[in-house]
C-alpha cells in the first residue's frame, strides 16, 4: 500500500520554503514550532518551492490521447486492492488519490494533491491537512475532510489487521471543518505523517455500506484519473483518462497521465508474454530475466528499430530480493542450518551461466545506501551492540557477513564440506547418501514454492547442489491465487521472495521485523527476535538524531545478516526496458523511477510503424 511504502530518503531534515511559526498543539502553556509547508520530507529538502509549477522530469506540454497496452503475469478477481483474501487487478491501488504525492527524482518528498498544503509539530505528535476546495470525486461530488476521516477509520476497522496494529498511536482523527483534517498521535511519530500523506482516499458514499475486508467484482467509484471502462474478470482491464479529472493542469500532475487509455492484458506465463509482446500484442516491457533480454529479443522489429530496446541506469536503493526461509518451521528454526544452507547457492556459476554476467550479489538490507554495514563494527555502533552480546552470535562482532564466493566453475566442494560441517553441529548426519536427523532418523526434506516458471530454471541448479550433501528437494509451482494464500497463511517451507528496500532506517520496518507483525505476510521469514524487536523501537526513537540513526542501521543490518533468516539473490544496476517506437518522453528522466508516467503517444512514431517491415 501507498500509505506503508519505503520512502526514498537523503540524511538532513530541513523545512526550506516552509512558513514556521509558534502554536500550541494542545492548547497547553508549552508551545512548539509548527511548520506549514506546501510539502513534506521524511529526511531530505524538499527540491520544489510553493509556487513550482511542474517536476522536472515532465514535459508540461505532453498530448493527451493513444492508447498504452501493458502486461501482467496471472490472474485477477478482485477490484479491491485492500481486500483480506482474493487476487486484486493490478492497478486498482491507482483507482483513489491521495492526499500527497511523491516526486520521483527526489527522497522521501511528499507534494499536494488532495491536501493543498500540510501542518505540523516540531514534535510530530500530530499532522493537520488543508484539503484542496477543488478535489472531486469522479461523480463530481467534493472530497471533504469527512471522506479523509471516514478512509482512516475504514482502514482501521475492516483493513488487514498490520494496518490497525501499526497505526495504533493514532489517538485521535477529526474533522476540523470541511477542509481541514486532523490526526493526533498519542506520542511523536514522523514516520505517521508521512504514511498518512500518503493514504489513499475513499469516496464514504461508495463505501460506507460495503466491506472493506471483502473483494469488488466491480470497478469502484474512484477519485484518481482513471477509471475502468471495461474489463473480462481474470482477462483485461481498460483504463480511461476522464476527461475533467480536477487535479490535471496541478504542479504535481502536470505533464503526467498522459494515455487517454491504458490496457492491462493478463498472461499465465511470462515466456507466453514475451512472444506476445514481440508480435505488437502489448507495447512496453520490463525484463527482469537475464537470459530473455540476452536472447530473446533477436527478432527483426528490433534492428530495424521498431521495438526500442535499451538499459537505464539507477543507483537506487535495492530490496532483499532472496531465497526466504520459514523459520517458524523445522529444521529452519535452527541458525546453523539456515547458514549452511547459504553455501550451497553458487551465485558466481549461475551469473556465468544463466544470467550473463548481469547481476551483483545482494549483501545488505541497505543496498545502496549509507546504512549498509561495512567492516568491524565500532564506536557507536560498537556500543550499541555490546548492551546485547549475551543474545547475539559471536561473530556479530566481527566483520560483517557478506556470502560466499566461488570460482563459477560448479566446483563446491569446500563450501559442501562447510555446510556438512554446520548440519552436523545442527544433529543431521549422512546415511545412505541422504541427510537425516540423528535423533528421530527423519530425512531432511523441504519444498522450494515457485509461482513463476521462469524463476524454476534458476532453482533447479540450487536443488542439485542441496541434493549433493543429501537434502531432499521438491519445487512446487503454483498459480498466483495459491501462492498468495499459501504466503498470507505462511504455508511454506522457502520461497524466493525477499524483503523490500530500505532506503533509511524507519518505524516501517517494524511492519517487515517485528514480532507484532509476525502473522502480517510482510514479515516474510516469520522474524521473532527480542534484538531485532528493540532495535526497531530505538530506530524508530532515534529519527531526529542522523549520527544514532547511521549506527542502528548499521547495527540492525547486522544482525539481521548474521541470523541468516534468506539467501541472498541478487540485483541489477539498471532497468532493462523494451516498448514498441510509438511513444515519446521527456529529455529529462526521473532519478528514482522508469518514469513512464510522463510518456506520451506520438502519432507520427505509430504511423511509421507501419512503414517498416518487422
Known amino acids: ?191 505517521y505523517i508521512a504514511g498518512l500523506a500518503s493514504f489513499n482516499i475513499l469516496p464514504k458514499q461508495y463505501w460506507a455500506d460495503r466491506d472493506l475486508s471483502e473483494p469488488l467484482n466491480e470497478p469502484p467509484l474512484g477519485s484518481g484519473a482513471y477509471r475502468v471502462v471495461d474489463y473480462k474478470m481474470g482477462q483485461f482491464a481498460t483504463y480511461e483518462l476522464i476527461d475533467e479529472y480536477w487535479a490535471a493542469d496541478l504542479p504535481s500532475r502536470k505533464g503526467q497521465q498522459n494515455f487517454k487509455r491504458i490496457r492491462y492484458d493478463y498472461y499465465r506465463d511470462d515466456t507466453v508474454a514475451l512472444e506476445a509482446f514481440k508480435a505488437g500484442e502489448f507495447d512496453f516491457r520490463r525484463e527482469n530475466v537475464a537470459k530473455q533480454w540476452a536472447e530473446g529479443y533477436d527478432v527483426p522489429a528490433v534492428k530495424n528499430g521498431n521495438i526500442i530496446k535499451e538499459e537505464l541506469q539507477h543507483k537506487i536503493p535495492q530490496p532483499m530480493q532472496a531465497f526466504v526461509f520459514n523459520i517458524q518451521r523445522e529444521p529452519f528454526k535452527d541458525r546453523r542450518v539456515r547458514e549452511a544452507l547459504n553455501y550451497l547457492l553458487d551465485f558466481e556459476w549461475l551469473n556465468k551461466n544463466l ?166 505476510t510482510y514479515n516474510q521469514a516469520g522474524v521473532s527476535n527480542p534484538v531485532i524487536d528493540d532495535l526497531l523501537e530505538k530506530i524508530e526513537a532515534s529519527q531526529e538524531d542522523e549520527e544514532r540513526l547511521l549506527a542502528l542501521g548499521h547495527v540492525f543490518d547486522r544482525v539481521a545478516l548474521w541470523n541468516y533468516y534468506v539467501i541472498p539473490q541478487w540485483h541489477s544496476k539498471s532497468f532493462r526496458i523494451a516498448h514498441w517506437n510509438k511513444f515519446s518522453r521527456p529529455d529529462t528522466r526521473p532519478k528514482y523511477a522508469i518514469g513512464l508516467d510522463s510518456w506520451w503517444y506520438d502519432s507520427d512514431k505509430a504511423e511509421s510503424l507501419g512503414k517498416k517491415p518487422n
Not at 61 to 72: D, N
Request: proline share 5%; aromatic share 14%; hydrophobic share 35%.
Open 355 to 520: 544470467f550473463y554476467s548481469s547481476y551483483t550479489r545482494n549483501t545488505s538490507y541497505f543496498e545502496n545506501t549509507p546504512y549498509k554495514a561495512q567492516g568491524k563494527p565500532d564506536g557507536l555502533e560498537l556500543e550499541i551492540l555490546s548492551k546485547y552480546r549475551d543474545q547475539l552470535p559471536k561473530e556479530v562482532f566481527s566483520d560483517v557477513w557478506r556470502p560466499n564466493k566461488t570460482k563459477g566453475d560448479g566446483n563446491i566442494r569446500n563450501e559442501m564440506r562447510q555446510a556438512l560441517r554446520l548440519l552436523k553441529e545442527a544433529g543431521w548426519e549422512l546415511k545412505d547418501q541422504k541427510l537425516v536427523n540423528t535423533k528421530t532418523d527423519k530425512p531432511f526434506s523441504f519444498e522450494i514454492l515457485l509461482y513463476s516458471p521462469s524463476m524454476e530454471r534458476v532453482v533447479l541448479p540450487f536443488k542439485r547442489n542441496l541434493e549433493r550433501v543429501g537434502i531432499d528437494v521438491s519445487v512446487r509451482m503454483v498459480d498466483t491465487t495459491q501462492y498468495l494464500n499459501r504466503l498470507r497463511s505462511r504455508d511454506f517451507d522457502m520461497t524466493p521472495q525477499g524483503y523490500s528496500a530500505m532506503p533509511y532506517p524507519s518505524s516501517n520496518m517494524k511492519l517487515r521485523w517485528h514480532t507484532d507483525y509476525m502473522d502480517s
Open 1 to 191: 500500500m501507498k500509505f506503508l511504502r519505503n520512502v526514498l530518503v537523503s540524511l538532513t531534515l530541513s523545512f526550506a520554503a516552509c512558513a514556521v511559526f509558534a502554536a500550541d498543539s494542545e492548547g497547553g502553556a508549552n508551545s512548539v514550532k509548527v511548520i506549514k509547508s506546501h510539502a513534506f520530507a521524511d529526511h531530505g529538502e524538499a527540491k520544489y518551492p510553493a509556487d513550482f509549477s511542474h517536476f522536472d522530469y515532465v514535459n508540461p506540454e505532453a498530448p493527451k490521447g493513444g492508447e498504452l497496452v501493458l502486461a501482467t503475469i496471472g490472474t485477477y478477481d478482485s477490484f479491491n486492492r485492500y481486500a483480506s483474501r482474493g487476487d486484486a487487478e493490478v492497478n486498482s491501488e491507482a483507482f483513489y488519490d491521495t492526499l500527497m504525492v511523491d516526486s520521483d527524482d527526489e527522497i522521501g518528498v511528499l507534494y499536494p494533491l488532495i491536501a493543498e498544503s500540510i501542518e505540523y509539530p516540531e514534535d510530530y505528535t500530530w499532522v493537520a491537512f488543508n484539503l484542496n476546495p477543488e478535489a472531486r470525486f469522479q461523480d463530481g461530488t467534493a472530497i471533504t475532510a469527512d471522506d479523509v476521516v471516514f478512509s482512516f477509520n475504514k482502514f482501521m476497522d475492516q483493513g488487514v489487521s498490520f494496518v490497525k496494529n501499526y497505526y495504533k498511536d493514532v489517538k485521535n482523527v477529526t474533522a476540523l471543518s470541511p477542509h481541514k483534517v486532523k490526526f493526533i498521535f498519542s506520542k511523536s511519530n514522523r514516520d
